[in-house]
């Protein structure tokens, strides 16, 4: 079996014989031109920020849109999915350890991490996995590509600025010609963020066999991440990354361990790519992505939908003030004052961290 990806970003397709159909390219081509935009994809991603501090947590809904009790795939499945999805973006996965020396010292642990919603857009408690019955049999990925995302046959996103949305249902039941799509996300482009697009699509088939690293590569189209090959492949163009060597297109397994592409040992391993053994992301795609998420992604550090902001306290690492004005006055809560220190040249910063206060 050969693993593909088709998405707005990707389309994950397994085949015994069939070549890779990126629809990527085209697809994302058609949301830009809709938009009156450059067809360019590579031209539209956003500029990544200086990531801020701590390390941001991104609160998740999951919604499963079934037909049949298979479908219906249980919490326990979704858990692991998250679980699996915060090792592989902090660099603990059981399988890191088998990158090759040769990409070893690129490895990164991104700090990225994902929650299972406690709280909903009301303020509600929440398991973070909201379930709807639907009397589609299959959603195409090519005709009805958002369709589950809305009524009547879908479920609509949470507000897509606080929640990354994730629906899985049958994408691939329909499908001929030996392919089968697996998942799909958007690139940040095209007006995409904080619409009701937004957001991954899973097979509740294929998107879970074992080992699948489906939903952990579709983040990474979300986080602004293309394949490593870029919009056209062919050893003239890529993904904009200095520590992703070029490749010509796809690699689908990871043998021989030796194999090349534009001249220069593959990556096979990027979480990015297709083969059956990724384990990895860079360091520069682990800054781009913080920088996305810093940036044009910035709403979900404000959520409260994983019962907090996940933004940890504010506390400022300069000991004379700042000299553009960038500073913090004056904090006052409850018991706790300190109204007397930053500012431009003016005295020290104090920590109230360790201190606590009543209502």
């Known amino acids: 079996m050969r693993l593909t990806t088709l998405s707005l970003a990707t389309v994950i397709t397994f085949s015994a014989a069939a070549q890779h159909d990126c629809a990527a390219h085209r697809i994302t081509q058609q949301r830009l031109q809709a938009m009156g935009m450059s067809t360019v994809v590579r031209e539209h991603l956003p500029t990544a920020l200086p990531k801020g501090g701590g390390n941001p947590v991104i609160p998740v809904v999951v919604h499963v849109v079934w037909n049949t009790a298979a479908?219906?795939?249980?919490?326990?499945?979704?858990?692991?999915?998250?679980?699996q999805m915060n090792l592989d973006y902090s660099e603990q996965n059981s399988d890191v350890t088998n990158v090759r020396a040769a990409f070893a010292g690129v490895v990164t642990n991104t700090g990225i991490q994902f929650c299972l919603a406690s709280i909903d857009p009301n303020g509600n408690p929440t398991t973070g996995i909201v379930r709807k019955n639907s009397t589609e049999v299959w959603f195409d990925p090519d005709t009805e590509t958002n369709d589950m995302k809305y009524n009547p046959q879908g479920d609509p996103a949470w507000d897509p600025d606080s929640y990354l949305n994730i629906?899985?249902?049958?994408?691939?039941s329909g499908q001929t010609c030996g392919g089968v799509t697996t998942g799909y996300a958007y690139l940040p482009v095209g007006g995409i963020v904080g619409t009701g697009d937004d957001?991954?699509?899973?097979?509740?088939?294929?998107?879970?066999?074992?080992?699948?690293?489906?939903?952990?590569?579709?983040?990474?189209?979300?986080?602004?991440?293309?394949?490593?090959?870029?919009?056209?492949?062919?050893?003239?163009?890529?993904?904009g990354f200095t520590d992703t060597p070029d490749t010509d297109g796809p690699t689908f397994n990871c043998l021989p361990v030796n194999q090349t592409s534009c001249g220069v040992l593959t990556q096979y391993e990027n979480f990015m790519d297709y083969a059956d053994c990724s384990l990895m992301f860079t360091d520069d795609q682990g800054a781009y992505m913080n920088g996305i998420i810093a940036g044009v992604r910035n709403s979900l550090l404000a959520s409260g939908g994983c019962?907090?902001?996940?933004?940890?306290?504010?506390?400022?690492?300069?000991?004379n003030g700042t000299t553009d004005g960038d500073f913090v006055s004056g904090v006052g809560l409850n018991t706790l004052s300190?109204?007397?220190?930053?500012?431009?040249?003016?005295?020290?910063?104090?920590?109230?961290?360790?201190?606590s206060t009543s209502p």
Do not use: K
């Not at 919490?75 to 998250?82: F, P, Q, S, W």
């Not at 629906?167 to 691939?172: E, L, P, R, T, V």
């Open 71 to 83: 479908e219906n795939i249980p919490d326990v499945t979704i858990t692991a999915m998250i679980a």
């Open 338 to 355: 300190n109204t007397g220190t930053g500012g431009n040249g003016t005295p020290t910063y104090v920590d109230y961290t360790p201190l």
């Open 167 to 172: 629906w899985i249902c049958d994408i691939s």
């Open 199 to 239: 957001g991954l699509v899973l097979d509740f088939d294929y998107a879970f066999n074992a080992g699948a690293r489906t939903a952990t590569h579709e983040v990474g189209h979300y986080l602004g991440l293309q394949h490593p090959w870029g919009d056209n492949g062919g050893c003239v163009d890529d993904d």
């Open 307 to 319: 019962g907090n902001t996940g933004l940890g306290p504010c506390i400022p690492t300069s000991t």
